[in-house]
């Protein structure tokens, strides 16, 4: 059975970088992408970007300009960096495994293995 | 602000059933995914694609999808599905992907 663990530091002081990996643990990220999703203390989930395993990333354009998705294919692990926190960047982080099909001519994207989370908060 | 739209909060008594809708204009070309999130647990996908469960999901979750709007249903509706729900897809560029605002489902 698949599973993602994820590790990372915690408590970050503002302006300071984010830094996530996450590793896939029985069975490849070949044919599959590895995305990020964030969210706030009492409040929704958010798409953060994903990588596929030849290395190519989409990001949400709000943190497009402060976030680094990379992957190392020979440790099955993705990681990511988001530079220049403040508070607003508060959040559990959780990392999933994605897959995109079509079927019935209609595209379709899932994350089926997620990561337990990880606590991030920001503070001076 | 999240491009696909959920309403907040439903109720549904215990066996009956229950829908949730997700709406927003990239449904009209992309399936949505539906994630169900237990207070204080990780997401956990339960219906992907036009209508498909992940193994391990009751077969009470099924999905559609009409136009602009994704639809989940939870038919007899079971205690342990109190939860939030958010649908996901692409956004309206279609270039990248967005969560639905979630709705919150309590089980009377």
């Known amino acids: 059975q698949v599973q993602v663990q994820q590790w990372g530091a915690g408590l970050l002081k503002p302006s300071e970088t984010l830094s996530l990996t996450c590793g896939v643990y029985g069975g490849s990220l070949s044919g599959y992408y590895g995305g990020w999703i964030r969210q706030p203390p009492g409040k929704g989930l958010e798409w953060i970007g994903h990588i596929n395993y030849s290395g190519s990333t989409n990001y949400n354009p709000s943190l497009k300009s402060r976030i680094t998705i990379s992957v190392d294919t020979s440790k099955n692990q993705f990681s990511l960096k988001l530079s220049s926190v403040t508070a607003a960047d508060t959040a559990v982080y959780y990392c999933?495994?994605?897959?995109?099909?079509?079927?019935?001519?209609?595209?379709?994207?899932?994350?089926?293995?997620w990561g337990k989370g990880t606590t991030v908060s920001v503070s001076s | 602000s999240s491009e696909l739209t959920q309403d907040p909060a439903v109720s549904v008594a215990l066996g009956q059933t229950v829908r949730i809708t997700c709406q927003g204009d990239?449904?009209?070309?992309?399936?949505a995914s539906w994630y169900q999130q237990k207070s204080g647990q990780a997401p956990v996908l339960v219906i992907y694609?036009?209508?498909n469960r992940p193994s391990g999901i009751p077969d009470r979750f099924s999905g559609s999808s009409s136009g602009d709007t994704a639809s989940l249903t939870i038919t007899g509706t079971q205690a342990e599905d109190e939860a939030d729900y958010y649908c996901?897809?692409?956004?309206?560029?279609?270039?990248?992907?967005?969560f639905g605002t979630g709705t919150r489902v309590t089980v009377l």
């Open positions: 990239s449904l009209r070309n992309y399936y």
């Open positions: 999933a495994r994605g897959h995109g099909d079509y079927e019935s001519g209609y595209y379709y994207y899932y994350m089926d293995v």
């Open positions: 996901n897809s692409r956004d309206s560029s279609g270039n990248h992907f967005v």
């Open positions: 694609g036009k209508n």
